[in-house]
């Protein structure tokens, strides 16, 4: 007869440990994902915000075996995970435009959500929908266009496989796991818990859903209920534009932790636990199974808030272009872009590698073992070789030596396959400039890194270290 309550208690704490991860990732794509989608909503006869999609059928019962990925069966594989390692989970919500109009739908939203275990440290990085990248067997394009293609095409784990692909190939970070998030979930979700606590810097005018429900929010602290906070965090006309936008969209996000974490809402919480958990579990896909969301959540607990870094993939890091097309694109910057990743992804507040901070360069490339090919575009008869041969003395995997094809005053470097360590070392021993690294990503390339050695090299050669 004394069972029963205590499984009760632990169903509870199971269900307050996944709202954790699970509000956290719904909040993101909530407030991130509305800048482009709300505008484009059609107004209901209801109040709230519109269903994108019902829950998928094919998903597990949340009731059921907790070791099953979140998912339907075509999904990603699922990876184990030791809860003490690094993970990177990618969030993705998709574009409601496409839905609206029967399409397969592309992603609106991509960030990047990482957790330390060891450091207990976390970042988010958001990547604009514009980047212009390369997608495996599809050559370049934009990055929102790797969902779509990986389900029109039934790439193995569909959309959220190619995306993942994309993304890890472009940032050189290992992604393991994806979250698609149902962001509509989570006007309701803040209303359940009494609306979130935001600190207005200063006057705005929102629109929440509906017809004139125009409201002006003073400065100052005060409780917004799930439709204001969404129109507030979509909010664009104020002197900063996008940019505003994007720092009152972090700023939501920390509200919904902050709520969520607070010891005030745990009576709350534990009321509505079942509830809750339904609604927004009903919303979510994720190769992440339910025993590991609980595993991210209570390492989320110990996470300060200090040590969760945030940043965007803004105007800094990125040139404005056209595609061959004519659309609007975003070529990377690649040095700049690899500094705003590691000042995220690192351990702390310095631009610093992802990998462990106490190895030094040499050990860091040591460890990734790049497979490098050597070829000689100089007029210097047995470059190749001569570098190759102090390479390895470095402790480089030299797999390779020919020649180019042609005759190069400058040295380049090809990135097949997501090496930034030794990608970093070779361009600074070489002096290769950013404009002279060209990412081709190829997981099925014979090789991670080529190196086209031109007359540059060769004048400086002479002068390493022997």
Same mark, same amino acid.
């Given at each position: 007869?004394?069972?029963?309550?205590?499984?009760?208690?632990?169903?509870?704490?199971?269900?307050?440990?996944?709202?954790?991860?699970?509000?956290?990732?719904?909040?993101?794509?909530?407030?991130?994902?509305?800048?482009?989608?709300?505008?484009?909503?059609?107004?209901?006869?209801?109040?709230?915000?519109?269903?994108?999609?019902?829950?998928?059928?094919?998903?597990?019962?949340?009731?059921?075996?907790?070791?099953?990925?979140?998912?339907?069966?075509?999904?990603?594989?699922?990876?184990?995970?030791?809860?003490?390692?690094?993970?990177?989970?990618?969030?993705?919500?998709?574009? $409601?435009?496409?839905?609206?109009?029967?399409?397969?739908?592309?992603?609106?939203?991509?960030?990047?959500?990482?957790?330390?275990?060891?450091?207990?440290?976390?970042?988010? @990085?958001?990547?604009?929908?514009?980047?212009?990248?390369?997608?495996?067997?599809?050559?370049?394009?934009?990055?929102?266009?790797?969902?779509?293609?990986?389900?029109? $095409?039934?790439?193995?784990?569909?959309?959220?496989?190619?995306?993942?692909?994309?993304?890890?190939?472009?940032?050189?970070?290992?992604?393991?796991?994806?979250?698609?998030?149902?962001?509509?979930?989570?006007?309701?979700?803040?209303?359940?818990?009494?609306?979130?606590?935001?600190?207005?810097?200063?006057?705005?005018?929102?629109?929440?859903?509906?017809?004139?429900?125009?409201?002006?929010?003073?400065?100052?602290?005060?409780?917004?209920?799930?439709?204001?906070?969404?129109?507030?965090?979509?909010?664009?006309?104020?002197?900063?534009?996008?940019?505003?936008?994007?720092?009152?969209?972090?700023?939501?996000?920390?509200?919904?932790?902050?709520?969520?974490?607070? @010891?005030?809402?745990?009576?709350?919480?534990?009321?509505?636990?079942?509830?809750?958990?339904?609604?927004?579990?009903?919303?979510?896909?994720?190769?992440?199974?339910?025993?590991?969301?609980?595993?991210?959540?209570?390492?989320?607990?110990?996470?300060?808030?200090?040590?969760?870094?945030?940043?965007?993939?803004?105007?800094?890091?990125?040139?404005?272009?056209?595609?061959?097309?004519?659309?609007?694109?975003?070529?990377?910057?690649?040095?700049?872009?690899?500094?705003?990743?590691?000042?995220?992804?690192?351990?702390?507040?310095?631009?610093?590698?992802?990998?462990?901070?106490?190895?030094?360069?040499?050990?860091?490339?040591?460890?990734?073992?790049?497979?490098?090919?050597?070829?000689?575009?100089?007029?210097?008869?047995?470059?190749?070789?001569?570098?190759?041969?102090?390479?390895?003395?470095?402790?480089?995997?030299?797999?390779?030596?020919?020649?180019?094809?042609?005759? $190069?005053?400058?040295?380049?470097?090809?990135?097949?396959?997501?090496?930034?360590?030794?990608?970093?070392?070779?361009?600074?021993?070489?002096?290769?400039?950013?404009?002279?690294?060209?990412?081709?990503?190829?997981?099925?390339?014979?090789?991670?890194?080529?190196?086209?050695?031109?007359?540059?090299?060769?004048?400086?050669?002479?002068?390493?270290?022997?």
């Amino acid at each position: 007869m004394k069972r029963k309550p205590r499984q009760l208690d632990r169903l509870t704490i199971i269900l307050l440990a996944a709202f954790g991860v699970v509000a956290l990732i719904t909040a993101v794509l909530a407030f991130v994902v509305v800048r482009n989608l709300v505008n484009s909503w059609e107004m209901t006869d209801l109040p709230g915000s519109p269903q994108i999609n019902a829950a998928d059928p094919n998903l597990p019962a949340t009731s059921g075996d907790a070791s099953i990925p979140m998912q339907a069966a075509e999904g990603p594989i699922a990876e184990p995970w030791d809860g003490a390692s690094r993970i990177s989970v990618l969030v993705m919500g998709l574009d $409601y435009r496409d839905w609206e109009s029967g399409e397969t739908p592309r992603t609106d939203t991509m960030i990047l959500l990482t957790l330390d275990p060891t450091t207990r440290t976390a970042g988010m @990085l958001s990547i604009p929908r514009d980047m212009w990248v390369e997608i495996p067997d599809f050559d370049h394009g934009k990055i929102n266009t790797a969902y779509y293609l990986g389900e029109i $095409y039934d790439i193995p784990g569909g959309g959220p496989a190619l995306a993942m692909e994309t993304v890890e190939g472009f940032l050189g970070v290992p992604i393991k796991y994806y979250a698609q998030v149902d962001f509509s979930a989570f006007v309701r979700f803040i209303d359940e818990i009494g609306g979130l606590k935001i600190n207005v810097p200063e006057e705005i005018k929102v629109d929440p859903i509906g017809p004139g429900n125009t409201v002006i929010l003073e400065p100052g602290v005060q409780i917004l209920p799930g439709d204001v906070t969404l129109a507030y965090a979509r909010a664009r006309y104020t002197e900063g534009g996008d940019f505003d936008r994007a720092s009152r969209q972090q700023q939501v996000i920390m509200a919904a932790r902050d709520q969520i974490l607070s @010891l005030n809402m745990l009576p709350t919480l534990i009321t509505k636990a079942p509830k809750l958990y339904a609604e927004i579990s009903s919303g979510i896909s994720t190769n992440l199974s339910l025993d590991q969301v609980i595993k991210l959540a209570n390492l989320a607990l110990q996470v300060d808030p200090n040590n969760i870094k945030r940043g965007i993939i803004g105007p800094d890091v990125v040139m404005n272009s056209k595609s061959p097309d004519g659309l609007d694109i975003l070529i990377p910057i690649p040095d700049e872009i690899r500094m705003l990743r590691d000042e995220i992804f690192a351990d702390s507040g310095s631009a610093m590698p992802i990998a462990a901070l106490t190895d030094d360069p040499a050990n860091l490339v040591q460890q990734e073992a790049a497979r490098i090919s050597l070829q000689n575009g100089s007029q210097t008869v047995g470059l190749a070789a001569n570098t190759a041969e102090y390479l390895r003395g470095q402790g480089l995997n030299i797999v390779e030596e020919t020649n180019a094809d042609s005759i $190069y005053d400058a040295s380049a470097i090809i990135v097949y396959n997501g090496k930034p360590y030794t990608v970093q070392y070779l361009a600074d021993m070489m002096g290769v400039t950013t404009a002279n690294i060209y990412n081709r990503y190829d997981p099925n390339a014979p090789v991670d890194i080529a190196v086209i050695l031109g007359n540059s090299w060769a004048s400086n050669y002479s002068n390493l270290p022997q």
